[in-house]
């Protein structure tokens, strides 16, 4: 347990459907991140929120949408997705507060799979 | 950001010593370099952190020299639940958030 949970851990959709993915953080952190992971690549930066305000946003199809109504809560909206955004998707949080310099504490993932 | 290289994969048998190297030549001077580990369809974990010299904790020791252009992850005995993907990061996090890039890792296999 890293005190990062997500949820749904698995995901089946198809392209004409909407839903969202859940982040949760019961850290105290004020920094949170959506990554993507698919089959035999590095990992993906998606997106950044620092103290709920985007940050980041690293040239995301706009199928994706990011929200971070919280510091606790992430949300990662999608819609209309393709089959290549099959992948397994990986929140983070991170203190801001200079106390560990890169320490990215991560959540379990969704596994997601787009028919 | 630091580009950072490590070897694809490697193999060790259960209870050797594992050395895993990361290049980083265009470290910056206030980079710190991480290490992260990453079990399948896991979140990766944070393993050890350093800037300098060497770092040890329960878990591996972390062993960077002057030039600070590359380190290396020591992980003494292995067990097979050590097999995992493990990642060398360089950057910084202060005052709010860190854009960092995960390279392609290395692929630790532990034999029986």
């Known amino acids: 347990e890293t005190g990062v949970t997500q949820t749904p851990r698995h995901l089946v959709m198809g392209m004409t459907n909407k839903k969202s993915l859940k982040c949760e953080q019961h850290?105290?952190?004020?920094?949170m991140y959506w990554y993507k992971q698919s089959a035999k690549k590095p990992l993906e930066l998606m997106f950044v929120y620092s103290l709920e305000e985007r940050v980041e946003n690293n040239s995301v199809p706009s199928r994706f949408s990011p929200e971070c109504p919280n510091s606790s809560h992430l949300f990662l909206h999608l819609h209309t997705l393709q089959p290549e955004d099959s992948a397994l998707y990986l929140c983070a949080s991170s203190p801001a507060d200079g106390s560990s310099y890169n320490e990215q504490f991560f959540g379990p993932g969704t596994r997601l799979t787009v028919l | 950001l630091a580009k950072t290289t490590q070897p694809i994969s490697m193999d060790s048998y259960e209870g050797q010593e594992v050395n895993i190297t990361c290049s980083h030549n265009?470290?910056?001077?206030?980079?710190?370099i991480t290490w992260y580990q990453q079990f399948p369809s896991q979140g990766p974990r944070f393993i050890i952190q350093?800037?300098?010299t060497k770092v040890t904790n329960e878990v591996a020791s972390l062993f960077i020299p002057a030039d600070r252009k590359s380190s290396t992850l020591s992980l003494p005995r292995v067990s097979l639940s050590d097999t995992a993907v493990y990642y060398c990061?360089?950057?910084?996090?202060?005052?709010?958030?860190?854009?960092?890039?995960f390279g392609t890792g290395t692929k630790l296999q532990v034999i029986p």
């Open positions: 265009n470290i910056a001077t206030n980079d710190y």
């Open positions: 850290l105290g952190h004020n920094a």
């Open positions: 990061l360089v950057g910084l996090l202060r005052g709010g958030y860190q854009k960092v890039t």
């Open positions: 350093g800037y300098k």
